[in-house]
């Protein structure tokens, strides 16, 4: 089945400087690639998502780029602010079918006023 | 249109009791999935349903754990005679299906077992 790294595990930033977090995954089926951002004791929400068709996503501040042949995806935010801190998950999956995404373990993102 | 909810927020059991965990889809939604997260870890694939239906249950103990979603109601996660390492947070998301494959979760259900 498909599995998911993400690095790293944790980031910290000074405010205005970019983060980058990287993820990769096994299954070269995968053709949907998700974002989620997780404030403390909150839900998981999707910020940006990618379809493999397509090679850069970019919304405002936040972008991900994908590349199929090595099977990695990252997600770049720039100009981070306090308000951007918080846990962000990478997920694997497909576009149609029965199959539940697969996510990272996460990384902790603290932007430091 | 209400998002994804879940019920009780926060659930404490005494080990050896039963857990129910509830999850109502976004409306017009047919999928859903329960996700188990523990304290400063990813959230793990536990159960995929749709209406009367178990796709996936792959991530899901053998044992003590069962879910459904019936035609009416709410989907539920059951976990019978509970232990301490069940604690952890539980989420449900749910996505329209059909090639539409975002899914939205829920705020998600704090299982505390003493």
């Not at chain 1, 999956?93 to 430091?112: E, W």
């Not at chain 2, 909810?5 to 329960?34: D, F, I, T």
């Not at chain 2, 705020?107 to 077992?113: F, I, N, S, Y």
Request: glycine share 8%; net charge positive.
């Amino acid at each position: 089945g498909e599995n998911v790294e993400q690095h790293p595990s944790t980031l910290s930033v000074q405010e205005g400087d970019s983060a980058v977090i990287k993820c990769t995954y096994s299954d070269s089926a995968s053709n949907y690639f998700p974002w989620y951002k997780q404030e403390l004791g909150k839900r998981p929400q999707l910020i940006i998502d990618i379809r493999s068709n397509v090679g850069e996503k970019k919304d405002q501040r936040i972008a991900v780029t994908l590349n199929k042949t090595a099977k990695h995806f990252s997600l770049h935010i720039t100009e981070t602010q306090p308000e951007d801190s918080a846990v962000y998950f990478c997920a694997a999956g497909f576009i149609s079918g029965n199959t539940p995404l697969v996510f990272g373990k996460g990384t902790r993102l603290s932007v430091i006023a | 249109n209400a998002g994804v909810m879940q019920n009780p927020r926060h659930l404490v059991r005494r080990r050896g009791q039963e857990a129910r965990l509830r999850c109502s889809p976004m409306k017009g939604h047919s999928h859903v999935y329960w996700y188990r997260q523990l304290p400063e870890e990813g959230l793990k694939f536990m159960v995929y349903l749709q209406k009367e239906n178990i796709i996936d249950e792959s991530g899901m103990p053998k044992e003590r754990f069962s879910a459904e979603f019936p035609k009416e109601g709410p989907s539920i996660l059951r976990i019978q005679q509970v232990v301490r390492g069940d604690s952890a947070a539980y989420f449900c998301a749910s996505s329209l299906g059909q090639g539409v494959t975002e899914a939205f979760f829920g705020q998600g259900t704090r299982l505390t077992v003493v």
